[in-house]
């Protein structure tokens, strides 16, 4: 019995967006950004530098570590999910990365100066549960949609992940500000160690509980035996075999392969900012006190900025599936990373807090509608196939690798400079070359090179 378009089905699929969206939103966008920026300042705030023998700066290793996760899934996935495809079974896979992301979110409660590389490598960990889960995830799109309502469950499944991901973070920030009203402490000694900070470093728990919790929603109905891939040999290594087989696929074809190339580029640039946007804003946006001296923008305003992204992220997953059906995917695409053209060169020049949520209103907009309908788009463009999730691996390889550049990038440039301002430079460009390469997409499926 077919699955695909089944009402009570893609809402248990969307369910797992509003859960482990909070690990985007808390831990990589608000929250633990600012928490991190604070223990790693020295008393005159300014940035420590973590490795003395080669000047890594604190923020710069923060984006390495992300760097290291991406890079790890990037080489596994297509061990996974050859796997996965031979037996059919990417729902144990997706349950197993989602726990692993969910404890290694809660661990991060411990984190402290003197334990930064274990933290770190729980930064890593985080990332990779996350973005492990997502490769079987989004390989779900097509078992369980036609390739029609592509578009619209893809953008419905980031709306559940925006709203779901605010509902906690409105909760995480007046554990912050009110920690009394909730009985936590300001600081906590376990095992001989104490701990400050202890508001902040409950929000890490909640989000673990918050997503495994919610999880298992999505775990229920989704179907627990998928299709499965027949012919293969060696199992373990069939992935990436299918993954050289997916590429000559692709080199078969002008449509797929340009749009592939194009998306590498210019989501280097969005998840770049999705991941670092706040480590920017914390050290470059300033505001005018109480006193009416010049400061760095607020904790407060920092975490308003990023939930005015994400309600209005929302409207704009909403807009961009119109734009879509209006234009097509490719043209609505090139629309949205124009925008973010403009975006990343506003924001070199952006200096001021009023400057900031102007700017953070226009990030949403475009975020949103730009990673739904990627995803959808390359859903709509694959063959006929079983092997869903070699073809979703081969994406989230692109998508992986395309971060791990931007945040190797992002972090390289501000250790060369020192200037956070010239990474909105090295995005713009991200941007610029994504779209000339989106305008050479052809609207219709090329099948022999050219």
């Not at 831990?27 to 300042?41: D, E, G, L, N």
């Not at 809660?106 to 100066?113: E, N």
């Not at 980031?158 to 920030?173: A, H, K, Q, R």
């Not at 804003?281 to 505001?287: F, M, N, T, Y």
Request: charged share 15%.
């Amino acid at each position: 019995m077919s699955m695909k378009n089944d009402p009570k089905v893609i809402r248990a699929w969307t369910f797992y967006d509003w859960a482990n969206s909070v690990y985007s939103l808390t831990i990589t966008s608000a929250v633990f950004p600012i928490f991190y920026a604070a223990i790693t300042k020295s008393e005159e705030g300014e940035d420590l530098v973590l490795n003395s023998s080669i000047g890594i700066p604190a923020q710069s290793l923060y984006s390495y570590a992300l760097s290291a996760g991406f890079l790890i899934v990037a080489l596994i996935a297509p061990m996974l999910s050859g796997i996965a495809d031979s037996r059919g079974n990417k729902l144990a896979f997706l349950k197993g990365f989602c726990y692993v992301g969910a404890l290694a979110c809660a661990g991060l409660a411990f984190f402290s100066l003197d334990g930064i590389w274990w933290g770190l490598g729980l930064v890593a960990l985080a990332c990779i549960g996350f973005s492990g889960s997502l490769v079987f995830y989004d390989a779900f799109l097509v078992d369980i949609a036609s390739k029609d309502q592509h578009d619209k469950v893809s953008a419905r499944g980031y709306t559940m992940g925006y709203i779901g991901s605010v509902i906690l973070l409105v909760v995480n920030l007046l554990m912050v500000m009110q920690p009394d009203a909730f009985g936590l402490p300001k600081e906590v000694t376990l095992f001989g160690t104490t701990y400050g900070g202890v508001p902040a470093r409950f929000t890490f728990i909640t989000v673990g509980l918050w997503w495994a919790g919610f999880a298992q929603i999505a775990f229920r109905r989704l179907p627990k035996r998928t299709p499965t891939a027949d012919g293969r040999d060696g199992v373990l290594w069939s992935g990436y075999r299918e993954l050289r087989k997916v590429w000559r696929q692709l080199m078969a074809t002008v449509r797929l392969k340009r749009y592939l190339l194009a998306f590498f580029v210019f989501n280097m640039g969005i998840q770049t900012v999705m991941y670092l946007a706040v480590i920017f804003a914390e050290q470059e946006i300033k505001q005018v006190d109480a006193t009416g001296a010049i400061v760095p923008i607020a904790s407060e305003s920092l975490i308003i900025s990023i939930l005015l992204i994400q309600l209005v992220a929302a409207l704009g997953a909403a807009l961009f599936v119109r734009l879509s059906a209006r234009f097509g995917n490719i043209r609505a695409l090139a629309i949205g990373v124009a925008v973010w053209v403009g975006i990343c060169t506003a924001a070199y020049f952006t200096r001021w807090t009023h400057e900031f949520y102007i700017l953070a209103s226009c990030v949403g907009l475009v975020m949103g509608g730009c990673q739904a309908l990627a995803r959808s788009t390359y859903a709509k463009f694959l063959p006929a196939t079983n092997d869903t999730a070699s073809y979703f691996s081969f994406y989230d390889v692109s998508y992986y690798l395309g971060t791990v550049l931007g945040t190797v990038i992002f972090g390289v440039v501000f250790q060369l400079t020192g200037d956070l301002r010239n990474t909105a430079i090295a995005l713009c460009s991200f941007f610029i070359v994504g779209l000339l390469l989106l305008l050479r997409v052809p609207r219709e499926e090329v099948s022999s090179v050219q």
